[in-house]
């Protein structure tokens, strides 16, 4: 390709991770200070009991559940985008597949770190681990959680793999172009990676089987969170909806995060040129059709609950729609339907500060039908005597807080070190597909011999 | 131990070469091209297309099926603890578990293939020009046998070359 | 034949004096978490009378129903805890291993009758109240779940006493706290298994039903209607 198209992308690309200006810094400082309190506060949960928190009879899950469905939920951003874009072959993906991935893999990490925070002796939290431990007891596979552990450790291996298999070529690039520390960093990153065909070939095999293997495990993940609850006599958790249910949620909360990280990508590292407002349209357009999905979900689930007419049940659907909850629910509907749906389905509106409106609404609407999935059925169960309501403390919104503020300081943190834009991929979707040279192609003899 | 090799800016020139090398006897898999970005449209960038990575990644799957069904059906035997009306050994959550660990198992198998198959992380000194990071193509042939070399350097020096060299490793 | 312990809770004899609460609590160390706490909805009472109101002024009538762990043959907590703190004895009871809860609370939110407690903080008996403990059962740590056992201790005990005297176990020979100390003898507790014990006959008894039996639950506990509304 154009040799000096070439070099800017990468000088572009690079600048980020080459000069650091003290804006990161304050930012850095910033963030870190928040996710430090957000960390003494949870000792300060140990060292106290789990009394500090809201949680009582018969709220036994509240915030901190809710926070792990949503981080998982965010996760499944960088699935879709990859590994479905990747095997359809979509050409617009290529700028935003790192970012994407990112944002999964951290995602993950945080959500995985909430049922350690929710357990009451947290520090036996590694009793979910299968080994032989000396008490000869392992754990029992048929609880939902221990499901999770499986499938959030499968999924966290799979996203880390396949974020860093793409990123060894870029490791490469930035050790050639470096000295001092970072070379020598970057190289051994780099794995003495050269790009020569044979690893080219072996990698992209890789990617395309890494990315064929991560859609049933991503799917996985959020069907068996969604375990967590639909395995419960809970009145509204016991349906056979909420496996599907769930995954479009994820995937819908997953693309807001993923317009939301770009955008702020783009205007805080200038990359104009590189993330162009069609790419924004292209996800603003995924983003409504997921929001009809969930919405489409939803009043399936609410419609049967209704009909159906068993008491219990319907106490827990109105406590959403009409009692103490109905405030958090019908914002929950304006912001998951009625803003991206006016937002992103007229074309005027559907600019990149319009997807970054409609996203973050989409972001607190989740947190908020997390949040209503949990709260309202344990606060109406069965029994009338022991219906109970639940208060957040504290200390639970100070962690939920800090895990966000840990999410924008690991991808601060992450842009710093790695380019964030995966420069190797992007030029190859720049390389003009000459039609010349793929007629030369078939005919070389050698081609036409082992096509 | 020596490297003999060419930068292109241009891969149809890159093409030229890699045929010019064939002509001159190199067998295909000493002639290396290396380039910042894989070069879909030529001729040159389907060798060594087959592989058996896909194979891995099915035996892979296969053994975390094994281990997945045997550790779940294995320790619920180990110490049977009755739980809730439900069977020792429950197959319907055990398929979840063996789920999770086929697909650990391809994906562990799929990555620890590439990285041998590509031969990363390795310790013997390789042919390298810092230059493929701008964008320019090499084609070389490492150690080549003593009365090729000449060739080699006549079949390398087809218009559009950037550079000629010859390198100790 | 292996024992299958049960109870029979006869709504028309209870009163809601509430004395197998506070029998519970002083037989089981359960703590009394503060009017604060227990305004929060965490009052840890493993039995507990639930009082309900119907009709209108002046035709009201006031129900009692002590409500305690079913020992659900079908328990919904058992399979939901991921340590097997909650599972299923041969003698039927549902046993709640402290040592190997690690607070997650599942189970709790899996019970449909919601009898399962959580220690919130570390359990604190100001003195000369830790003079009282029993020294039969455990004192819980804080971050475990904590429910009614039926008394495992005196089931213990007492099964214990009628190997060494080499004899059966006579039907209301064990008698959890609750039933002890029910003044007005509307709890018994005996084997389910035992077609001649007084537990399995008010079982069988026309004004018997379970609490909430529609969720496929298959609790232990029969509860008598009152014989006049």
Known sequence: MNEALAQRISSDLLRPVMTTTWRFWLLVAFLGSIVAMGLGTWFYQMYMGFGVTGINMPVYWAFYITNFVFWIGISHAGTLISAILRLVNAGWRRPVTRCA?????????????????????????????PYPSE??????????????????????????????????????????????????????????????????????SAMQIMAIAIIPVAVSVHTIVSFDFSMAPVPMWHSTIFGPYFVAGAIFSGIAALILAMAALRKVLHLEDYLH???????????????????YFVFAERLTAWYGNESAEVEALLATQKGSFAPLFWTMVVCNFVVPFVILSLRKLRTITGCVVASSTVLVGMWLERFLIVVPSLSHKHLPYTWGHYRPQPVEIMITISTFAAMMLLYTLFAKLVPIISIWELKVGEHPAAAESTAELREHALWKANP | MKAVYALYSDPNDVQRAVDGLRKAGIADDDITVISSEPIEDYEFSHRHHETWIHWIAGAGGAIGLA????????????????TGNMPIVAWWPNLIIMFEMTMLGAIVATVITVLVAARIPTRAPKMYDPEVADGKILVGVENPSEGSASAIERALMSPGVARLKTIQL | ?????????????????????????????????GDAQAARGRAMHWIRVERYWEGEYPDVALKFRPVMCQQCDAA???????????????????????????????????????VRFFDFFHPQWPKPLDAQLNPDVSVREVGVMEKCTFCVQRIHAAAIDAKAANRELKDG????????????????????????????????????????????????VTYLNRLQA
């Open chain 1, 101 to 129: 991935e990112v944002i999964t893999v951290f995602a993950l990490m945080i959500g995985a770190l909430f049922p350690i925070i929710h357990l009451g002796r947290p520090w036996l939290f590694f009793w979910l681990v």
């Open chain 1, 135 to 204: 008490r000869l007891i392992w754990p029992n596979f048929r609880s939902p959680l221990v499901w999770d552990f499986f499938a959030i450790n499968t999924y966290l291996t799979g996203s880390l793999l396949f974020l860093l298999l793409p990123m060894i070529p870029d490791f490469a690039l930035v050790r050639d172009k470096t000295t001092g520390w970072r070379r020598k960093l970057y190289g051994v990153l780099a794995l003495r990676w050269r790009g020569t065909t044979k690893q080219w070939h072996r990698l992209e």
């Open chain 1, 277 to 295: 407002p069609v790419h924004f349209q292209n996800l603003g357009k995924l983003l409504l059709m997921m929001s009809l999905l969930w919405s």
């Open chain 2, 67 to 82: 281990l997945g069904t045997g550790l779940t059906s294995f320790t619920q035997r180990a110490w049977p603890i009755p």
């Open chain 3, 1 to 33: 034949m292996p024992h299958r312990w049960g109870m029979a809770v006869d709504l028309d004899r209870c009163t809601g004096c509430g004395a197998c609460v506070t029998a519970c609590h002083a037989e089981n160390n359960i703590p009394t978490v």
């Open chain 3, 76 to 114: 919904p907590c058992e399979p939901v805890c991921p340590t097997y703190a909650s599972h299923h004895t041969d003698e039927g009871l549902n046993a709640q291993i402290y040592n190997r809860c690690i607070g997650t609370r599942y189970c709790a939110n899996a019970c449909p009758y919601n």
């Open chain 3, 173 to 220: 020979e064990i008698q959890p706290a609750c039933v002890q100390s029910c003044s007005a003898r509307a709890l018994v507790f005996g084997d389910l298994n035992d077609p001649d014990s007084e537990v399995s006959k008010l079982s069988r008894s026309d004004r018997g039903h379970k609490l909430l039996d529609d969720l496929g639950t298959l609790p232990k």
